[in-house]
């Protein structure tokens, strides 16, 4: 018959505080581990927006000849993996009577390119894009300030980013600012450094929720 080994205090101890810092590491990979499956359950790889957009517009070479453009932007987006997509941006934006004149301008940009997405638990999601393509101006600025009496076409760059906040699954509310550069002719250093700011609503769906 073998003798009953007798703990020592100082084991007791040891096994109390190695239980205590084991249960709630396990408690936290449970955790981690559900709401990693379920946000994997809730993905949609694909979204379509709109919104408001505002064109802080800079026409002028050598000066800043600014001026406020509003309109509006499309969005559509394919998330080929969680956190990386392909995004598109549509976007026209219109001004009148700039700088106290009788001009006007419609300025008009299509753009894609790479977006990087942050997923901070299940309500927020910021992200940064760097966006390419083509701008087209029509009006009477484009003769005044572009030096030619027809719309005007050029490179187009938008780089900066923003956030989404989760409403429902499929629905979240985004807020975006980029630097929106054009290279529209004007005789002297064919560019234009804009700001343009964004609002609107996104609608994702796609996804199949895994058992």
């Known amino acids: 018959m073998s003798a009953r080994r007798e703990v020592k205090p100082e084991e007791g101890k040891m096994r109390k505080l190695l239980w205590a810092g084991l249960l709630p590491g396990c408690w936290l990979a449970l955790l981690l581990g559900s709401g990693i499956r379920s946000s994997a359950q809730n993905f949609e790889p694909v979204e379509v927006g709109a919104g408001y957009s505002y064109v802080r517009a800079n026409a002028g070479p050598g000066e800043c000849g600014c001026f406020s453009m509003n309109g509006g932007s499309a969005w559509f987006a394919y998330h080929f993996m969680r956190d990386f997509a392909v995004a598109a941006d549509v976007g026209s934006e219109y001004a009148s009577n700039i700088n106290g004149t009788a001009l006007g ?68 509310a985004r807020g975006e600012v980029d630097y929106f550069l054009t290279r529209f002719s004007n005789g002297v250093n064919d560019h234009q450094n804009n700001l343009r700011v964004s609002v609107g609503l996104v609608y994702r769906f796609g996804g199949k929720k895994r058992k």
């Open 105 to 172: 301008l419609t300025l008009t940009s299509y753009l894609a390119g790479p977006r990087y997405v942050w997923h901070y638990g299940h309500l927020l999601s910021p992200f940064a894009q760097a966006l390419v393509g083509g701008a087209h101006a029509n009006g009477d600025l484009t003769l005044v300030r572009f030096g030619v009496a027809e719309p005007a076409n050029s490179l187009a760059l938008a780089a900066g980013g923003g956030a989404d906040m989760k409403l429902t699954r499929h629905w979240a």
